[in-house]
């Protein structure tokens, strides 16, 4: 079957979503293209606040370049353009007079695989809070360590932290990455598939650390793991083909998905 045909067979379901929280962002009808290549088409989503919500589908489906517009990232690619909007309560954040800074102070980025600075595990944490409040000593030394005990960090590291943060492990380094992200007191939390570069270990770690941190953070994760979807998350968005194919609670979706696409997909049957 051709891409054309099965775009076609895909129901606009995203439409007029209602959620029972109170929504952190909302995306409202949101299509974008690299160069004359559309990847998303139609998107609309609610966000919601101290929640985790995850987006799975096949690869090259749209998930990442949904959730890097969150943050204004796809405005780093310069064939990328877009229309539709994406606001946080009052701000439109794909608005032209936007503070791209101020945005991605409010909606920190986690990545897939960890990228410490090559600095010590002290300014890895430290780098961002200087940059935008210029801290004395003593406040900048209690904001790394609060933000290193909400990374389930400190522990490994209290005594370390003269040391290179590229130093750590795979699993410590993608927590020090949360740590530097949390560090600036952001409200909402992206994350690309941040355990596919993990062992199991370490992923069950940084799950762990995902239900914590929406205590105090939305959080919004891109994974290709359903399991990990179905054990983190509150809300679940599959995605095919640039399109938001069905959006639901996590329970609903893994239970009783009201698209055959989706059912297809979670049991294994996709193809």
Not at 47 to 68: D, E, F, H, Q, Y
Not at 91 to 100: H, M, N, R, S
Request: charged letters at 30%; glycine letters at 6%.
């Amino acid at each position: 079957m051709s891409e054309e045909a099965q775009t076609e067979e895909i129901p606009d379901s995203t439409r007029d979503l209602e959620i029972d929280d109170e929504k952190e962002l909302m995306i409202e009808d949101l299509d974008l293209w690299y160069g004359d290549k559309q990847a998303l088409y139609g998107v609309s989503l609610p966000i919601a606040k101290n929640s985790v919500t995850a987006l799975i589908g096949p690869s090259g489906c749209g998930k990442s370049t949904l959730l890097r517009m969150m943050n204004r990232m796809n405005d780093l690619i310069p064939i990328c353009h877009y229309d539709g909007k994406i606001s946080m309560g009052d701000v439109e954040i794909t608005g032209k007079d936007a503070d791209l800074v101020e945005i991605r102070k409010k909606i920190g980025m986690v990545f897939q695989r960890p990228n410490p600075f090559p600095k010590s595990i002290y300014d890895n944490v430290g780098y961002g809070v200087k940059l935008h409040f210029k801290p004395t000593r003593e406040e900048l030394d209690a904001i790394v360590e609060k933000s290193l005990k909400r990374a389930a960090l400190w522990k490994e590291v209290a005594d370390r932290q003269h040391e290179l943060g590229t130093s750590l492990s795979g699993g410590q380094q993608q927590r020090l990455c949360i740590a530097r992200t949390i560090a600036i007191e952001p409200d909402v939390i992206l994350m690309d598939e941040p355990c596919s570069a993990l062992d199991p270990i370490a992923t069950a770690a940084i799950e762990e650390l995902i239900l914590e941190l929406k205590k105090d953070f939305t959080v919004v994760i891109v994974t290709h793991s359903m399991s990990q979807a179905a054990r983190v998350s509150d809300y679940t968005g599959f995605m095919y083909l640039g399109r938001l194919v069905e959006f639901d609670k996590t329970e609903k979706i893994f239970s009783d998905p009201d698209n055959e696409l989706t059912k297809r997909y979670i049991t294994g049957r996709f193809g």
